[in-house]
């Protein structure tokens, strides 16, 4: 038997005012977008906000249904959207944040796996990775460079080895 470890890298910042202009201009975007969710059962909002090469924001927010889990998440809708509307957009980073008013969110929330999983499909796609900043509104803000450091053992085509 062999053991093995994983790296994890990351930034924390404290705060909006520790971020450069563009990363902190994509994470009030995220916060924009939680204007849309539409979140009646859960009464909890995310928003994301995709930066494009070339400098086009693309927001995205979680949409729910009754019938559980017919909903989506923010970062999927924002993906799939961009994938439908401009298949060969590339997309250099991400913002995603969240709100509820049913109790105080204190850390940064993260993406689930299936957005993951589609994140690592748009990386794959575009040839390139994505910047995801997790963004915590009056708190503490994520950075993350490559999904490979979110989601290690990632399912992409070079798997399906036949």
């Known amino acids: 038997m062999d053991e093995r470890n994983f790296r994890i890298s990351y930034q924390s910042f404290k705060g909006l005012e520790e971020l450069n202009e563009k990363d902190k201009a994509l994470c009030l975007k995220a916060e924009e977008a939680l204007n849309t969710s539409y979140s009646p059962y859960s009464k909890f909002k995310v928003g994301t906000a995709l930066l494009l090469k070339g400098g086009k924001v693309v927001l995205g927010s979680n949409q729910e249904n009754v019938a559980y889990p017919s909903g989506l ?9 961009i ?7 590339v997309v250099e980073s991400m913002a995603i944040t969240a709100k509820t008013d049913n109790f105080v969110i204190e850390k940064p929330v993260t993406s689930c796996g299936a957005c993951l999983q ?20 009056n708190g503490e803000i994520l950075k993350v460079k490559g999904i490979k450091n979110l989601l290690p053992f990632v399912f992409v085509e070079e798997r399906l080895v036949v």
């Open 118 to 137: 589609v994140m690592a499909e748009v990386e794959q796609k575009q040839k390139q990775e994505i910047e995801v900043l997790f963004y915590c509104i």
């Open 83 to 89: 994938g439908s509307a401009d298949p060969n957009a």
């Open 73 to 81: 998440c923010a970062e999927r809708v924002a993906l799939f959207m």
